[in-house]
């Protein structure tokens, strides 16, 4: 039932992680490396925690073969880096709406009560792209100075459960929490949306 | 049966977790990642290793909303970041003494070997807090130049196991596997007890 | 059946990890927590991932007394840093050569497709170096300007599934693999043979 979903989930996230590792100069071990992390590295995390096996990259093994494939056009097609910059956006928040979504399903299907569906749905969404900036040696985006992410995730897994307990249909609800997430997420990218923080005072600061 | 003790364990290590943030200037969401992280992290690696489920946060749901409530509350709360530097040393003793004890009874219950149990109270107190110090980008204090910690949750691991198997009632050795983990993180942090190490020599460190 | 060959991963990658730990003038504490991510963290996350338990260092708990005897000497014993650079390339090919093959038997004994097998041992041959190397603050070496890692791995684990199917007897086929992954990485590191990567433009890069 969710296939459709994570098939489009991981080629969003796999193109999303070649750009990342190919704006680092990754060889093509490198740019496989980051790209599964980013495609399998949030369900994995919820497949763990919920205890589901076979894990779903593990279920359906082609996944593994398009994000490969996805990897070696990567490390061979020609390419312009300044082209990478603008066209990281919308496979980000394409994977990560209907990942969030999908991890919501699972927790849904698994019985768990709200909070922790909307949990796993966000860990499913956002730790991808998290792991992505750790392997890439910056600062995770889900952190302060950036544009909302885990928030989207929040959003559309939230939209999804709420919508699917209201007796919702399955396809609307998807849809419904998919779009709120990712359409979200593209308008913060954009208008750099970000919430309000403290300020750390520069001289309490260690390490930058 | 640990379930007091795990409340507190969560509670405090949200409080450090908050306040780890603070000092950085997260946001909300960053907040609430941070208390999450310190919170859950060495308890979720000792459930996935013990192959416990639900994981001890999922069974009690309520923790997730303490740890919520907690973050939103630091978010919200002025705060002057100066007085947050003297406020850390509590929070982080009482968790990792308290999870260290939980941690070690877990894997005691599960029938896992004397060291095997100790390992599982170390990672269980000391985990939360690398994450936590990796996410604020700090060399995790679990190594070289910081006060005794990993020793600290061993100390209190080993004798609450020691205790147990000598016949000593459940709530005594629990008493004073916590008492002396976190007597003893206490101590450290106040008089920068270390573990003695030889210097790398500065022309072979590559990095800083 | 695997026992031997996981005796001796252990063994090497527990050395490789104290050296490692030993550059940094890591204390006994710090060097045993290296050391034991590098030997246990590859194979502990393909037990987590095949769902396998005990994991394997419970089941065997003497390769916990084998990694802490070696922390132990490693921080006790006098030596000299400049030798230790020099020492540090055999554990780590042999580690990784045992520890592919080890990963990719594992998987096959549970019935996983060939490159799920593959991968499998990639993960447990490569990861423990990969945390290492983070645990150490190193980019680490799984990355583009260093020696082939990850690749030897897969080769090695290719080589032992291949032979493995077309009926070579185990011991042969797992020699084989075994020579394959270290032969290659000892001549990676030794010429230091890379795979090709773009190079990122200075001007785009953030954060070095």
Same mark, same amino acid.
């Given at each position: 039932m969710l296939y459709p979903i994570e098939l489009a989930a991981v080629t969003a996230s796999a193109i999303y992680g070649v750009l990342l590792g190919l704006r680092k100069g990754f060889d093509a071990v490198g740019l496989a490396t980051v790209a599964m992390a980013v495609a399998f590295g949030g369900g994995t995390l919820r497949d763990l925690l919920l205890d589901r096996r076979p894990l779903f990259w593990v279920e359906n093994e082609h996944f593994l073969w398009i994000v490969l494939a996805l990897a070696l056009i990567g490390a061979t097609l020609p390419h312009r880096l300044t082209a990478i910059e603008r066209r990281l956006a919308l496979p980000d928040a394409l994977g990560l709406g209907l990942f969030s979504v999908a991890g919501a399903a699972y927790a849904v299907q698994a019985d768990m009560p709200l909070l922790t569906s909307a949990l796993m749905g966000v860990i499913t969404g956002a730790f991808g792209g998290v792991i992505g900036d750790v392997i890439c040696n910056?600062? $995770?985006?889900?952190?302060?100075?950036? $544009?909302l992410h885990a928030t989207c995730a929040l959003v559309g897994a939230l939209a999804y459960i709420l919508l699917d307990r209201s007796g919702c249909p399955q396809g609307l609800a998807q849809t419904a929490g998919i779009l709120l997430a990712s359409t979200s997420r593209m308008l913060a990218i954009r208008f750099n949306i970000c919430l309000p923080a403290r300020q750390a005072p520069a001289s309490e600061e260690e390490g930058g």
């Open positions: 910056e600062t $995770p985006s889900l952190f302060r100075p950036s $544009p």
